[in-house]
């Protein structure tokens, strides 16, 4: 009965968002692709989504990203740098630098309040640099042997992907990576927070997929896209030490010109893992569309954990996300998301060596952002976001409104 409850409160919840924010867009870049009616593959030198941006996103930067003229040459240069070396060897990066203001609000008697829209104290300040990451795509043979290398500088110094890229030996446009590699499940938000992401990490963990740009395992992928459709599925290490693997598996279709749309996305993943303390089972939906320069995307996930931290029983978590994306003025693109988590287990939070059990009548978590995202120009892009949070009643951190400005630099 708790499933059913919390799926009608999620389709109001959508539905409600949809009508407060129909002229409004989106949070993250699957939205682009979209909009433009076109896979991962074809923006993404990593052909599941992220990383090195591909020949295409360089030579049409300016209809596929929609930025205005309005800068004289800082728009429009003359000459500007593409992450060509020479045909065999490229580079690309991200830098995200942020400012954070998080606001939080106590009740009467002092304890947290998780149903607030506006809160007026100011917590904290926070300045950071949330990304600096350097791609390498070396074409050991152009558009079939590829080696790809993702370095991470900041926040922390690590090597987040190296992989082969294999094309060209199987049928249907196939393709094989073997290395270290993000999984493809699910829609691949930038936003590591979402819930269909990896949820909030501050203070007690939130309900989450547990697929963000912070996993990535050795493994194999293979991958298919016939037409429409792309087929990819993973094996990789799972849990270290175990003796099982994890395997992932999503399968999506992006059309155009379909009729009273512009674009259709449809697409599902499944995911089990069983390591030595269990196993986690998860299934999501997804499904994105466009119609002129209105662009939506919905994901909902079921996530089913077993083992010793659940005390045998299997534990179910419900998840969802859904972002509307509105292109004002054909170049400013106006964005605003909600997602859901609700779990059926008992919630816990960490402190010092002990565990404490957090107040379960109130584990259900929901965040609204509302944001402007403009492109600059090829390289450049702006972010201004209000995030309202409300969740755990016990932990402040889960509780908080976030007024967030960002400024990402790529090439």
Known sequence: MKTWRTIRVVVV???????LWLPLPGWSEPYI????????????????????????VSTHAKDLLHYPDFFGPFSRPVEYFTGEIN??????????????????????????????????RLEQTR???????????????????????????????????????????????????????????GLQLQDDEAFIRGG??????????????????????????????SVLFALTDGSGGDRDV????????????????????????????APSSGETLLFGL??????????????????????????GRRIGQFLAYGEANYLL???????????????????TRQVGTATVVLDTANDAEHRVSVGLEPFLNRFVQPRLFYRINNGIRSDPTHNQNVLLLEAHVFF
Not at 13 to 19: D, E, I, P, R, V
Not at 200 to 224: H, I
Not at 246 to 259: K, L, Q, S
Request: charged content about 20%; aromatic content about 12%.
């Open 127 to 185: 300045l950071e640099a949330t990304q600096a990451t350097l791609y390498g795509e070396l074409r050991l043979v152009p558009d079939r042997v590829t080696f790809y290398l993702d370095q991470r500088f900041q926040p922390t110094v690590d090597n987040r992907e190296a992989f082969a890229l294999l094309k060209g030996f199987l049928p249907w446009d196939g393709f094989l990576k073997v290395g270290r590699m993000y999984l493809p499940y």
């Open 286 to 311: 997804f499904a994105g569309t466009n119609l002129g320069p209105l662009t939506i995307l919905g994901e909902a996930d079921f996530r089913s954990d077993k083992g010793r931290t659940t005390l």
């Open 246 to 273: 994890r395997t992932v598996g999503t399968i999506y279709a992006v059309y155009d010109e379909v009729p009273f749309l512009r674009t259709l996305l449809i697409g599902g993943s499944a995911s089990r893992v």
């Open 329 to 347: 003025f054909d170049w400013l693109n106006v964005k605003a998301a909600i997602d859901y988590a609700d779990s059926d287990g008992r919630l």
């Open 13 to 19: 919840g959508w539905a409600t968002s949809a009508l």
């Open 33 to 56: 692709a979209v909009r433009e009616g076109m896979r991962c593959s074809a923006c993404h030198t990593n052909v599941t989504g992220g990383g090195k941006r591909t020949d295409l």
């Open 87 to 120: 045909p065999f060897v490229a580079i690309g990066g991200d830098l995200r630098t942020s400012a954070a203001w998080i606001f939080q609000s106590l009740g009467a008697s002092g304890r947290v309040r998780n149903d607030q829209v506006f809160r007026g």
């Open 200 to 229: 909030r990490s501050r203070g007690s963990s939130s309900a989450n997929t547990g697929f963000s740009f912070n996993l990535q395992e050795p493994g194999a992928l293979v991958g298919f896209e016939p037409g429409k459709w």
